[in-house]
């Protein structure tokens, strides 16, 4: 039985694109350089999955930073104001994932968003009026011949056409309906030249078909393929989903001259009643997605097997495949070696997984594999007992009562009172919570991992950093001050730590946009605090000003959500376990003193299943009432903030508005502060800020554009209910010009207070 990836991590086994990109991107290296790294590192991708024994491997998955801003390059959907900073090619493409602010101008970045419902981000494409969609790049090709000529064969892959014109933002009077005929063009266009350099298969990614689908939204894909697929001659075209089930396109689907369309076993709910309901044709491949692409687990092989034979007794001619790109995980579990080996025997990595896809094929293959060493080996596995139950925390959940989700007394009544408590002027600046990580927060805190610094030594460090911080915040005149988590590695790591339940990974690093890459934890059992997390900081901060010191929390669904979780429980029961821990932190944080407190909730929408019939009853009934619990128990004039990052809110106001928050603050400027008018259509309670100015970008806002962007918000918020922020912490961010940005960002305050 054949073997498919559908895409496969780009970073490299230790991050050397990441490295390799800043260098760039400092001016350290040239051009050259990066792009000799970028073909040293697609050279060695390509061989591990070919040495691995992988038939169909991708190609064109290799991307500088994302691969919908890749595809929009292909067709030259590229913004005049990116044209005309007379860049070359590839500095033309950063300055729209970056934004640019040198000699030859000053742009922001396109708007990011979350990959459906993953941790990774895509640039947005923006189409303007008088955008020419045409096939323009040649990225593709160069790259599958650059493949052959290490004799490795690749299928290319694409961002299909229906799901580039659905995560497209059309910026002016046009639609996306104004833009079928030219997609459409430009998709044969490419389709002939994979003809034409006799490239055997062709992916086209449509994640977009497991979303709700409309007989608009249906008709359209028709329209798209039945005028691009004839071109396909000797080139066989897959069509690639994932994250879902498509089971409103499936027969229409299934009907089509695809040569092959991959379907997604592991998150689809209905794949495997949709091929039996309606049947797969017999000449067509199905790459069915079989190995979770999304979490580390090792896949259990007796139940991949039996669906694996099912499909077989159909007579259908199955691909085992992943079930999405092995992006979402890390690269390889070679480098964990501080990991017990009892806990590692549990988990594959991107790596790994192609091991496990070469072991199904040949399990397939095998009449009576159930006396193949392999096969027992891993029911073995899953045989044994893993420990990570703790009667305790069951016991504690159990006792959860309807009324510890309700914070009284009402929010209106709430926020009335902490006006006056906390004395903030009109229009309160504040920072989001981290501050640069410069390389002596980072070496004093390697220093003390490995033993080489005492407690003491690292304590008192990260103590003149924080007094450091609070006199530079001071200084700059911002009214709520944080301390600048210097003593945190990353947001959710740094409190798993203190949570009983996690396991700690030690390379297992995994792109989140860019050059930035996260290291999720694992969820191994029941999850319970240990120790008190952050009230030591906080209090020593508190300690140092008399202005207001936020306390900084990740919440219960970010932290489950940027972890690797469980699959022996529910989401909901993991989630629920978490937000009791946090509860705790949180009236330990109050009974200390601090009187307001962040729980970052950046990763709300992660999990959010993509058909909307399913988002309450799956997600939205047990996620937005765990939040509730973590702060239920404070008093009326503690003031709760919560925070959120790149995403698409808009649809989901009601239920955010429905976590109880005083306050929330979250990314708006790359996205040109859309979301200001379903914050209005829909009421919205909760004070709010919108992000005045993008932290993932070097480029330092000027005084007048965060004046220009007040003045659009206060149109649609009411002055009493707006707070100034930046978009997200500036952990990234280097200090000069953080510096110069809050300073801007505190002088446009004052501007607009003298205004009102």
Known sequence: MYTSVIGFPRIGTLRELKFTLEKYFRQEIEAEELLRTAQELRKTHWNTQKEAGIDYIPGNDFSFYDITLDTAALLGIIPKRYQELNLSELDTYFAMARGYQESSGDVKALAMKKWFNTNYHYIVPEVEDDTVISLTGDKLWKEYEEARALGIETKPVVTGAYTMLKLCRYTGEKTAQDYVDAIVDAYKALVNRCEENQIAWLQFDEPALVQDMTKEDIALFRRIYDAVLPCAKECKILCQTYFGDVRDVYTDLTQMPFAGIGLDFIEGKETAALVEKYGFPQDKKLFAGLVN???????????????????????????????????????????????????????????????????????????????????????????NDRNCQNEDVKKRLAGVTGSDYIRLPKRSERQKLQKEVLGLPKLPTTTIGSFPQTKDVKANRAAFRKGEISEQAYKEFNQKKIAECVTWQEEIGLDVLVHGEYERNDMVEYFGEALGGFLFTQKAWVQSYGTRCVKPPVIWGDVYRKKPITVEWSVYAQSLTNKVMKGMLTGPVTILNWSFPREDISIKESISQIALAIRDEVQDLEANGIRMIQIDEAALREKLPLRKSDWYTEYLDFAIPAFRLTHSGVRAETQIHTHMCYSEFTDIIPAIDDMDADVITFEASRSDLQILDSLREHHFETEVGPGVYDIHSPRVPSVQEIVDALHKMLHKIEPDKLWINPDCGLKTRGESETKASLWNLVQAAQIIREEN
């Open 293 to 383: 692409g999304k979490n580390i687990w090792k896949n259990h092989y007796d139940k991949t097997l039996t669906i694996i034979r099912q499909l077989q007794e159909e007579s259908i001619d199955v691909v085992i495949s992943t079930s999405c790109s092995l992006l979402h995980v890390p690269y390889t579990l070679k480098h964990e070696d501080k990991i017990p080996q009892e806990y590692k025997n549990y988990f594959a990595y991107a790596e790994e997984k192609l091991v496990e896809l070469k072991e199904l094929s040949v399990l397939a293959d095998t009449e009576q594999y159930a006396q193949n060493v392999v096969y027992q080996a891993n029911q073995n596995l899953f045989a």
